[in-house]
Every structure is written in C-alpha cells, then in structure tokens.
C-alpha cells in the first residue's frame, strides 16, 4: 500500500499512475469538497475499473451518484459498510475472473 504523509505533494504523472492503479478511492470529506479527487480518480479508472466510495456531503456526489458507493462519513457504521461493499465488489469480480479462466 503506498501512502504519503499529509505535508508531501504528488507529481501530477505519479497522481495519475495511482488512481489508475488503486482498486478504490474513499472520499469521505464532511462537507463540500475534495471534489476534483473524486473526479480524478473516476476519469482515470478506464481499465482497471476501481470502486468510488464518496462522501453524500461533497458536491461530486450529486454528479457521481449513481456510480459510486455514496456514504455518510458521520456515520462509522455506515461507512464500514460502504467499506465493506468494496471488499465484496472486488473479491466477487476477482473469484468471477478466476472461475472463469480455470
């Protein structure tokens, strides 16, 4: 997993490369914002097809709505479950993938 400590800034080039390549993004922002990540991390999800985990308070979630799992941050279990529905969503295309290739 790779992190960054909240003072380093990405490269643009890098940025890209790991929304490509992250299998989800959450956006769990408590009030309007973070928008352009979100925005970002859908338009860069062409082939690898990552889930979005968003924020119902940023204002990318009227946008994005439908295509993501739409949380309220405020609420742990809420957001576990969101979390959870992630797991679930890729493990069931990974076990799909491999059932039908074996």
Known sequence: MFTLP???SVDFTEL???YSTSAACIVSSLRDGMNLVAYEYVACQQANKGVLVLSEFAGAAQALGAGCIRVNPYDTRELARG???VLRFKYMRHFHR???QG
């Open 6 to 8: 909240f003072t380093q």
């Open 83 to 85: 979390l959870y529905q």
């Open 98 to 100: 491999v059932r039908v």
């Open 16 to 18: 890209v490369a790991l």
